[in-house]
């Protein structure tokens, strides 16, 4: 199935979808339960490893991603409101070992969705970037809408 | 510890991925609303030193300040034809920028990919194998 990717760069927004040939409900567990989590949330060649998840409102989750060369990476995201079988938000950042926040590095707002659909479940994910000047920078920058349009003859140029 | 590049790809994050691919100064250099405006025109079509400046409110140094940050990332090229200057783009790089999504893309795919697995180990411990 195909991922669709799109931004709205007003909002400084990152809007992921995609949909899945499995029931709502194990799609939402995939998301949501740390045993299930660890199989997929890193990419490779990364590994992800839950150190705690508590899947509540004001909860937590901490966890590493590991490199090949063993660097660790340590993440909390906390979870901001949760409804049941349909969306959750959180917050990510980076931190330590022990969920201790790193201020210096970009900190996300993430919007999970989840609907039913004739196929399976659609996963519509949001991600809004706050404190980050460089992120901010990027997507204001080039990427505003119009600019692709106003050289929209870039694939003619390219074949030149 | 300061995560590096690789890390930052790892965590989703455009902004260093982007550098992880080229340098910043692309991007920093198409930041600002005047060197977009030149880009555009110059896309259009090849332009000399003075009909990008007219083509400003501003004074021709700051046109020109402009022009060489484009210069120096390699956005544009200045070529010469008999006596005349003119700028032309590159498309190559300005292609690099408007790719910038890509790697992101990349990487939503492969997890998706796994998660894809998962979801069907999950149907066949359901359906009791």
């Given amino acids: 199935m195909k991922t669709q990717i799109s931004k709205d760069l007003q909002n400084r927004k990152l809007i992921i979808k ?13 998301w949501t339960e740390s045993n299930l989590l660890d199989q997929w949330w890193a990419p490779k060649p990364w590994v992800a490893k839950t150190k705690s998840l508590n899947f509540v409102e004001g909860g937590n989750w901490l966890y590493a991603m590991t490199g090949p060369d063993g660097t660790k990476i340590w993440s909390l ?16 950042s980076f931190c330590d070992e022990n969920g ?27 991600i809004s970037f706050t404190n980050e000047k460089d992120i901010e920078k990027i997507i204001e920058m080039g990427f505003e809408a119009g600019f692709t349009s106003a050289v929209g003859n870039l694939d003619e140029l390219l074949l030149k | 510890m300061q995560p590096n590049d690789c890390t ?17 100064d692309v ?12 880009i555009v025109l110059i896309a259009k079509k090849t332009m000399t030193p003075n009909t990008v400046a007219d083509s ?19 956005l544009l090229s200045l070529n010469i034809e008999g006596r005349e200057y003119y700028y032309s783009i590159e498309p190559k790089k300005l292609a690099e920028v408007n790719d910038w999504l890509d790697p992101f893309r ?15 180990n999950l149907k066949s411990k359901k359906n009791g194998k």
């Fill in chain 2, 56 to 74: 400003f409110d501003l004074s021709r140094q700051a046109i020109s300040k402009h022009i060489n940050i484009l210069l120096e990332c390699g």
């Fill in chain 2, 106 to 120: 990349k990487m939503w795919e492969d997890r998706f990919t796994k998660l894809d697995k998962v979801l069907n």
């Fill in chain 2, 8 to 24: 930052y790809i790892c965590y989703r994050l455009v902004a260093d991925k982007i550098n992880s691919i080229m340098r910043r």
């Fill in chain 1, 77 to 92: 995201v906390e979870f901001i409101s949760i409804k049941q079988n349909s969306s959750f938000q959180t917050i990510s």
């Fill in chain 1, 100 to 126: 201790n926040k790193n201020s210096d590095m970009p900190i996300m707002n993430w919007k999970n969705e989840f609907f039913t659909t004739n196929k399976g479940t659609r996963v519509e994910v949001e």
């Fill in chain 2, 27 to 38: 991007f920093q250099a198409i930041a600002d609303p005047t060197r977009r405006d030149i």
């Fill in chain 1, 18 to 30: 995609r949909e899945f040939n499995a029931a709502l409900e194990s799609v939402w567990s995939a």
